[in-house]
């Protein structure tokens, strides 16, 4: 399950918004995640946990499935958009920090700070409590589909969810994307056409190709 540091670099090296375009250009829909926030950087193989409102049932233990998780995975918690806070959210985030885990990223709440990068969303958190009724499975979290072993990358940005048959591919994309970017912003700031910048056109892309060797 671990990610090859080369396909690391490159995704730490680029932007979820980078990310999300080649995404899209390729038509791979449900991989961003909205109306999440949070600090901090990761990359890394899905570690999934589903959670729903506790009601007394018998649940999974919460405990072995955070034991369970891998070194350097991103831990990802579908709450069924609930709003709920999550359980011994510090305890479990000190746990997680501790075994080497590169982030946490759920649908639900947390009210602590987590003391690793970590994304939740960005509501007051409501009342009840959560009890595990899954791991290891695909999930919907925020609006993205997540499969166990799919690429997590978050940032300042956000997070995105990259199928990992395709991740080496998209990563190399994103990497000539955000160059890309990055001179049609120069541009724009001498004075370059917006007409010529978005999209660019043949011969603006022939002046990039030229000037960067493209």
């Given at each position: 399950m671990a990610i090859d540091p080369t396909l690391r670099d490159a995704l730490s090296a680029v932007t979820v918004a980078s990310l999300a375009r080649v995404l899209a250009r390729r038509g791979v829909p449900a991989c961003s995640l909205h109306g999440i926030t949070g600090?901090?950087?990761?990359?890394?193989?899905?570690?999934t946990l589903r959670m729903i409102p506790a009601r007394g049932d018998v649940a999974g233990s919460l405990a072995e499935a955070i034991e369970a998780v891998p070194d350097g995975a991103v831990v990802?918690?579908?709450?069924g958009r609930s709003g709920l806070d999550l359980p011994f959210a510090a305890i479990l985030a000190a746990r997680l920090a501790q075994r080497g885990v590169a982030g946490l990223v759920t649908?639900?709440?947390?009210?602590?700070?987590?003391g690793l990068p970590a994304w939740s969303a960005a509501m007051t958190p409501g009342s009840g409590s959560l009890s595990?009724?899954?791991?290891?499975?695909a999930i919907a979290c925020?609006?993205?589909?997540?499969?166990?072993?799919?690429?997590v990358v978050g940032g300042?940005?956000?997070?995105?969810?990259?199928?990992?048959?395709i991740a080496e591919a998209v990563a190399l994309e994103a990497v000539e994307q955000q160059r890309l970017d990055l001179w049609l912003a120069r541009e724009?700031?001498?004075?370059?056409s917006l007409r010529t910048l978005l999209p660019p056109d043949a011969a603006t892309l022939?002046?990039?190709?030229?000037e960067t060797g493209a």
């Open positions: 600090t901090g950087a990761a990359v890394g193989p899905a570690a990802v918690i579908d709450t649908d639900g709440t947390l009210t602590a700070e987590a595990l009724a899954g791991s290891g499975e925020a609006g993205a589909a997540v499969h166990p072993g799919d690429i300042p940005d956000g997070v995105i969810v990259i199928p990992r048959d724009a700031e001498t004075g370059a022939a002046r990039f190709e030229a």
